[in-house]
């Protein structure tokens, strides 16, 4: 069975960082761009970022650039989120997702285009 699987949500304070990891089972995620999105309470899911299959192409929301890194270990089959300063308005559920494609990161792949399989989101809460 093809999953996606993210962990290393929780609580953080503001100003505080955190690190997301989505792993794969069932299928290996190095041919694959990979992404994250995340949905607040109340609000339409958004695009946050995506890295493409060597990592030399990464994408980025505006309101995430340069506090978000997105990264990948392809022998770990591991891609990661690396979130610094983070803000009241970063809460919301994130979500990892794999693409039909892998050379590239376009800006259209924060628009939902070519994804494939979402997992089922891990809670992110910065609240003091």
């Known amino acids: 069975q093809l999953q996606l699987v993210e962990s290393g949500g929780g609580l953080v304070q503001p100003g505080g960082s955190l690190r997301l990891s989505c792993a794969a089972s069932g299928f290996t995620l190095n041919y694959y761009t990979i992404g994250w999105f995340r949905q607040a309470p109340g609000k339409e899911r958004e695009g946050v970022s995506c890295i493409s299959s060597s990592g030399a192409g990464t994408n980025y929301a505006d309101s995430v650039k340069g506090r978000f890194t997105i990264s990948r270990d392809n022998a770990k089959n591991t891609v990661y989120l690396q979130m610094n300063s983070l803000k009241p308005e970063d809460t919301a559920v994130y979500y990892c997702?794999?693409?039909?494609?892998?050379?590239?990161?376009?800006?259209?792949?924060?628009?939902?285009?070519?994804?494939?399989?979402w997992g089922k989101g891990t809670l992110v809460t910065v609240s003091s």
């Open positions: 997702v794999s693409y039909s494609y892998g050379s590239s990161c376009p800006s259209a792949a924060l628009a939902n285009y070519g994804i494939t399989y």
